[in-house]
């Protein structure tokens, strides 16, 4: 399986950014539970957000209310709309099938003045 993501980029507080993440080679896409990670230079990778095959969400608490996971089984996509972005949102982002050990490379948000 490969994960693509995309959507990354430079943006000032307060701004927004649209991540997505294109699954190949995964059967039945719409039975997978996606989720979005993040690491910061220096700190541990961590979880942010994850959507279950029949949309039920979880959503990190730093991110709560900033931050939303959807996913376009037609596409075999899974989105983060990131939103009020802060610069402690900076990280590179990861997109993963849970409970496999498919990772994408990762897109970096750079949140900056």
């Known amino acids: 399986a490969l994960l693509e993501e995309a959507g990354g980029g430079l943006v000032q507080p307060g701004g927004s950014l649209r991540l997505s993440c294109t699954a190949f080679g995964i059967d039945e896409f719409y039975q997978a539970t996606m989720a979005w990670y993040r690491q910061a230079p220096g700190n541990e990778r961590e979880f942010v957000a994850q959507?279950?095959?029949?949309?039920?969400?979880t959503i990190e608490d730093s991110v709560k209310g900033r931050f939303i996971i959807s996913r376009d089984n037609a596409k075999n996509t899974v989105y983060l709309q990131m939103n009020q972005l802060k610069p402690e949102d900076t990280a590179v982002y990861y997109c993963t099938q849970v409970y496999t050990n498919h990772w994408g490379q990762g897109t970096q948000v750079t949140v900056s003045s």
């Open positions: 959507i279950f095959p029949w949309n039920k969400t």
